[in-house]
């Protein structure tokens, strides 16, 4: 079983950044597309346009850029991403080896296919990279999944839940923040989200709309959206001690920012930032 295309299509995204835009490279990484392997003349694709994907691969670059600068800079020795798809942390940062641990929990299929991918390319499964499969469909339990193959509930982490809450229901989310509220004190829960489209500005609102359709047509649907306030609030109630939301404007503040090419992220999505 194969990756969803959502994942396929942020590998290639992230491809797209290194192939297209201005250095300095959020990130830097073609791994991703080389483990996607799509067919020649994958960039003809409408959703590969160079320019009309332009904001969308930088959000997809300034979210993730965010996410490990948040690891790395602050040391922690455990990252969890919850539907990690086709991420290439551990590839990308070997020098890390021997200060964390990366927890990758995904479907089994997708994960079993990563697995051989990673093994066709030469990476094979680093000492510091659990796979953890888990079958969400079967309500199977994630978080024993994760103790089981040695997450350490007693030390802190970051968990990043990365272009997952569009996808699942809201009550879905609640019982995954209450879940996480649990990790060691000095942890970070980092999930993105969807704004509601009548929240969205003029200029990124058709965009959304169109990527919008382009999900409910592959039959993965969005079905839950949230405002700022809306899932920081849950965050708290859950039982984080804070949570906020950045946004992809503050991401081009950070990121983008003094770029002689223009090249911003596009609105729509938010990142909730909980701590224990």
Known sequence: MEPDSSAVRTALWRAMHVQLDDRPHLIDDEIGLAMAAPAEGWRDRPDMHPEGTRPYRAAIVARTRFVEDLVIDDGFGQYVLLGAGLD?????????????????????????????RLEVLGYGVADWL??????????????????????????????????VSMYISKSATTQTLRRL???????IVVMTYMLPLELLDDADRPGLEAAARGAQASGTPWISFYSP????GLARDAGFSSAESISTADLTERYLAGRTDGLRAAGG????????
């Open 88 to 116: 290439t942390f551990v590839q990308r940062h070997p020098e890390l080896a021997t200060k964390a641990v990366v927890f990758e929990i995904d479907q089994p299929g997708p994960q079993q296919w990563k697995r051989q």
């Open 130 to 163: 659990r796979l953890v499969p888990v079958d969400f469909e079967a309500d199977a339990d994630w978080w024993q999944a994760l103790v089981d193959a040695g997450f350490d509930a007693a030390s802190r982490a970051v968990v990043s839940s990365s272009g």
């Open 181 to 187: 509220a649990g990790l060691a004190p000095g942890s």
């Open 229 to 232: 306030d809306e899932i920081a």
């Open 269 to 276: 999505e938010g990142i909730l930032i909980a701590r224990t």
